[in-house]
């Protein structure tokens, strides 16, 4: 006994499936920047605009960027700031002097001198990320679906 079997179609899948795979980087690639920007943009005008950390020169918030690249098949999204400040602010830590023995600063008309200052916790990126993650999630669904046809 033998059994023939036979696809109808097969050759129209196979297409399909070339075409998805030819499309799916690049609509991922556009998913990112448009995550990374959704991040951005929510850093910038809400936790660095006074809802985390109230700004006097407005330095950090300037500061924050967002960048996507791709390296073969990987594609990466950054969103940060290379201003030196801006990771105590998010992770918090102690700040300890490195070339005098006190840390010297003032506060309001008040000069202060301790060797060492705590910073608490003001998550301003991570807060960012988890506010617009709902916005991404459908960014990233939506190109998929465009992707797929």
Not at 34 to 42: F, H, I, K
Not at 88 to 98: C, L, M, T
């Amino acid at each position: 006994m033998n059994t023939d079997v036979r696809f109808d179609g097969l050759d129209d899948f196979r297409r399909g499936m070339d075409k998805t795979g030819k499309a799916m980087p690049g609509r991922i690639y556009k998913a990112m920047v448009q995550a990374c920007s959704l991040v951005e943009t929510r850093a910038k005008t809400h936790h660095l605009a006074g809802a985390t950390l109230k700004a006097r020169t407005h330095y950090l918030q300037r500061s924050v960027k967002s960048r996507v690249t791709q390296l073969g098949n990987k594609i990466s999204g950054r969103v940060g700031s290379p201003v030196v400040y801006a990771a105590i602010h998010e992770y918090g830590g102690i700040i300890r002097p490195k070339n005098a023995k006190y840390l010297v600063f003032q506060i309001d008309s008040k000069w202060i001198r301790t060797k060492k200052v705590t910073m608490p916790k003001r998550e301003w990126l991570s807060k960012s990320l988890y506010d617009v993650k709902p916005q991404i999630e459908r960014v990233f669904g939506r190109h998929i679906e465009i992707a797929i046809g």
